[in-house]
Each structure stands twice: as C-alpha cells, then as structure tokens.
C-alpha cells in the first residue's frame, strides 16, 4: 500500500478552531485543552489525544496512539476564537455554566479572559428563548456573509494561524427543513442576496466558512451542510464538511444498545426516551420548532439500526418516542430515561431500563476536539466533500446522496479507524483472520 501520509500536507504553524457559540460546549473544550496543556487534567474521551489503535495482524502485537500515527495538529498549536449573541469571555461562560469545577476555571482564568467572542448572526425567527446584544447589523444575508468571512480573515492574522477549522456550537434552530432556496449554489447565493426566510444563520455560517475554504463540521441538527447548494460549493472548493449533530448521551446509548440487540435477533416493540436538561440547550428545546430539528435528528437512529423492511417480524411495530424537558435546577447535569420493551425466544416479553445521569458538555467537549483534528486532516489529505468517516461522533451522519448512513457504533469506530490506517499507509483490518483456520487470505 502507498504511503497515504507523504501526501498530506504538514500540521504546521497554527490550527484555529472557531466555533459559532461560546457557551457551555465551547467553554468546557477550552478549559479542557488549556488544562491538559498545563498538566492538570487528562484529556479523557478523545480519540485524538489518548486513542490506540491496533496496526497488522493480532500476532504482530502492534499498536499505536491514533496522534503519533497520524500528522494531527498538537494541543499547543490550537487558538480557540468563536462567535457569540452573548459577549461573556470564555472565563465569563465557563463561571456561568457550572460544568467545570470553579477551582480549574481559576487556574485557567488569565488565558480564558483573553477569547472573547465575535458578534454573531442572529435570526429570531430560527432561535426563540434566548436574545443576545453581540450580534451583526446588516441589510443582507451576502452582507452577513461577507462579515463572518471577514472575521475569519482577521481572527487568522490576528492570531498567527495557518488554517482554520469551524464547529457548530451553538443553540438548536428551528426546524427548517430542505426548500428550492437550497437545492443549487446558483438559487442560494440569489436567496442571500435576497434575505430570502428560508436561509438560516447556521446556512450562513456555513457558506461563509465554504467560500473561504474552512472545512466546517455541523454539531447540531439544525439544516446547514446538508443542503444540496452547500455540499455543491464544498466540492467545488476542495473543503471537507461533515455532520449533523454530537452524540453525546442518550444518542450514544442507541447506538451502543440497538447494535447489540438487533445482533441476537431481539425484537423491539418500543423504546421510550425522555430527557432532562436545564442548561440553554434545554431552554432554547423547549421551543417546540427547535424540538422539532432535534426530534428529527434523534429519531432517525433507531429506523436505520432497527430495519423494519429488513427485519419486519422484529422491528415493524416499532414504536419510538422521544421527549426533552427543561427543567432549570439540573443545569448541564443531563438525565436520560429509556424504556425498552424487547421481544425474545417464543415472543416472550422484556424490558430494559437505562438510566443515564451525565454531563452534557463534558461529554460533547472531546468530541469537538476529535471532530476539530480529524477534519482538518481530512481537509490537508485532499478529502473534499462529506466526511462519512467521522459520523463516528455523530446523530445524523451525512452520507452522499443514495448511500445508507450507518450508525451501528462499532462500525461506525471500524470505518474510522481504517480511514486512519489508509492515511498513514498501514494494512486495512477486516478481522477475518483467515490464516488461522488455514486459508491464504490473498
């Protein structure tokens, strides 16, 4: 096999990770990275940072840490800068938060305070519980744009940086699905121009980063780089873009749980989910049009794990419900419920119950990290377009047009992992193990 790594562009001078929201995510991820950098935290549920991965066959007993094998850029390298309907600095926000423990965030505070937020572009219409004063004055949506392009410029300069990638960070939007604004490069660049409705400042955000070559990862579900106009620029500027949406909690559990059921050939009659948040992820869900983009996202799972047209004696009456409550006191301090009525040998009943007590944003930090790393690979490989390869961290993965997204979370690891072997030139792994049962695998 050639060597995938002598034609990736070197990880030199500095990576900037710009993220559209500065709040709990953003702030955690920051105060993550500048604590391991300072030695006082590991950098704990990142591939990128503490990731193995295992290289020839299981008789060769060779492993290696997934950021020696591959040219990823270092922590020391990464500048943090971001955009924000609130002005609160990095420290301001990690304080208001409450994820991080109070005493790190002190330790951190000089380097915290210095990243301050951009404006940001805001649009009531898509985000309806929560207003902001640090946002942009303009009279298109080209003009808004043409400013966020601007900021990317001078954020780069400013800072010394040689590329750049962009993470969506930032508060669900209402539900916005495809229209024929989004369906050519052509027709959207006309609907900016015209501050046609139908255009999102998530779509903005995305175009802008497209046009000035950024690659862009969708941590949301809202409609930004699914739309076709944009997957169009992206291929035509040599950019890699990926999403939609973290998965973090009760997402990561589907993907964990219905694998391994469908495996044993369990049929699932229902799977009743609910979830309890009250950080402004959950004020702004409690719209029930940015429900609606999450509902959309989170559903979608289980339908493509659990096949009813390819197992309809076990999945055809599947009935899969889905809710988010806000509920203040809880904060970033997540509960997700899952009932799950299964259905075994002679079509005996069961259920399972999970109950899933975690932190949001320490769960979703590492993967803005990972996704961060792994996509400015991708964009310094040649990689232009979707990265169906990192829907490892992802709800929705974006897939081409036609081809089935997959969501089984171990294939999801078995198809990154190999995406990472090819780049630095080492065997695929099919975990056949031929030879062992006496069959020349060539």
């Known amino acids: 096999m050639s060597k995938q790594n002598e034609k990736i562009q070197p990880a030199s001078g500095k990576l900037a990770i710009l993220t559209p929201g500065m ?33 020839g066959k299981r008789s060769e007993n060779r492993s290696a840490l997934i950021r020696d094998l591959v040219p990823l850029s270092g922590l020391d390298d990464v500048v943090f800068g971001g955009w924000d309907i609130f002005p609160d600095s990095a420290y301001e926000a990690a304080v208001k938060a409450k994820v991080v423990d109070r005493g790190l965030i002190e330790k951190l505070k000089p380097e915290m305070e210095k990243i301050v937020p951009m404006s940001a572009v805001f649009d009531e219409k898509y985000i309806k519980n929560i207003r902001g004063e640090n946002v942009k004055k303009f009279k298109t949506k080209m003009d808004a744009a043409e400013m966020l392009r601007e900021d990317m410029r001078n954020f780069m300069k400013q800072n010394n940086c040689s590329r750049a990638v962009i993470v969506w960070c930032a508060s669900t939007e209402a539900y ?38 950024v690659p862009y990862v969708n941590g949301s579900p809202n409609v930004s780089v699914e739309i076709p106009a944009l997957q169009e620029m992206a291929q035509e500027m040599a950019v890699a ?14 993907t964990i749980i219905a694998p ?3 495996n044993r050939l369990l049929g699932v009659e229902g799977w009743f989910s609910t979830n309890i948040l009250g950080n402004r992820d959950g004020q702004v869900l409690d719209d029930p049009e940015s429900f609606r983009s999450k509902e959309v996202s989170k559903g979608g799972v289980l339908e493509d794990i659990l096949s009813k047209e390819e197992y309809p004696d076990l999945y055809s009456n599947l009935y899969h419900k889905i809710r988010i409550e806000y509920y203040p006191p809880r904060g970033d301090n997540k509960e997700g419920w899952d009932n799950i009525d299964i259905v075994g040998w002679l079509g005996e009943r069961m259920q399972i119950k999970v109950d899933f007590l975690c932190k949001d944003s320490i769960l979703a930090a590492p993967i803005v990290l990972d996704l961060a790393l792994f996509t400015d690979l991708a964009q310094r490989a040649g990689m232009r377009g979707i990265q169906e390869w990192l829907g490892f961290y992802l709800k929705a993965p974006l897939t081409k047009p036609g081809i089935k997204a997959v969501n089984d979370l171990s294939l999801q690891l078995l198809k990154l992992e190999n995406t990472l072997r090819f780049f630095a030139g080492e065997e695929l792994i099919n975990h056949l193990g031929l030879t062992h049962y006496g069959v020349d695998e060539e």
């Open 176 to 213: 916005n699905p495809i229209k024929d604004v989004h369906m050519s490069l052509k027709a959207f660049e006309e609907g900016l121009k015209k501050n046609d409705p139908d255009i999102s400042p998530s779509q903005i955000y995305t175009y802008a980063a497209i046009k000035e070559r």
């Open 260 to 262: 391994g059921l469908k």
């Open 23 to 55: 709040g709990a995510v953003t702030s955690t991820l920051i105060a993550g990275v500048l604590a391991t950098r300072k030695g006082l935290a590991k950098p704990i549920g990142s591939l990128t940072q503490m990731g193995k991965i295992r290289l």
């Open 241 to 254: 873009i990926g999403g939609s949406d973290f998965k973090t909690g009760q997402t990561l559990m589907k």
